[in-house]
């Protein structure tokens, strides 16, 4: 089950998956995976289980998994706990951040920032390693968690480093432990500057110390941002006021 796990899903999707499968009397788990995937798609992650609602899984449950265990005489109130459970809701183990609230335009000379992840907020994956990318809004005013993206889908892609740097292709920084040159390339061609952070950090510190920069960026950063390194000037009289 682990080397299926480690294909078809990730492990917070696996861990969300069992605990919704004990929410329903002990579902049988490997059924319940299987009548997942059958309608979301392999591989499993947890923004596709994000999007289920509970007459959703009623209707998964229904399919032809019926002889995996997957039953579906629960009430709608338990059937709902354990669309909530795969949501992330009140799940015990998991170790992701919540997201942020944001609105386009709430962070005024701010800059989309990818961070390579597996654990928690973190800063401690290698490029074509990590288990997802953090990406934030990061302004001279703070920072903001916008998204979790996974890239186990990205490593089912023939060019799995080319189908990571697409997924933070909105992004202008990408902050990794290690990345190799080839992939480094991929990156900077998707429009991002790879930033090594050998020995790993919190995220939001690294951030803190990017904010600064920000203010008065140094000449590559000015140039991934597409401006002049003094035009973000009027910026710092924002975060000052």
Known sequence: MSQFMS???????????????????GANVTGLVKALAATLGLPLTETKLAGIAADDLREILAGNFAD??????????????AVRLLWGEGVDGSDLPALDAYAEGDLPGSIRVACASNNGEKIDGHF????????????????RLLAMRSTLEADHDEDRNAARAKLIADCQV?????????AAAKVVRAGAHPV???????????LARLQQTLIKPPPWLAKTMGVKAESLAKFAETVEE
């Open 7 to 25: 294909q078809s899903m990730t492990r917070e999707a696996a861990l969300r998956i069992g605990l919704a499968a004990r929410e329903l009397d």
């Open 174 to 182: 990408v902050y990794v432990q290690s990345i190799g040159g080839p």
């Open 128 to 143: 074509g390693s990590c288990e997802r990318f953090l990406v934030y809004q990061v302004a001279p005013g703070g920072s």
């Open 68 to 81: 995996a265990d997957c039953h579906v005489g629960f009430d709608q109130e338990r059937l709902k706990r």
């Open 196 to 206: 090594k952070i050998a020995d790993g950090a919190a995220a939001r510190d690294v």
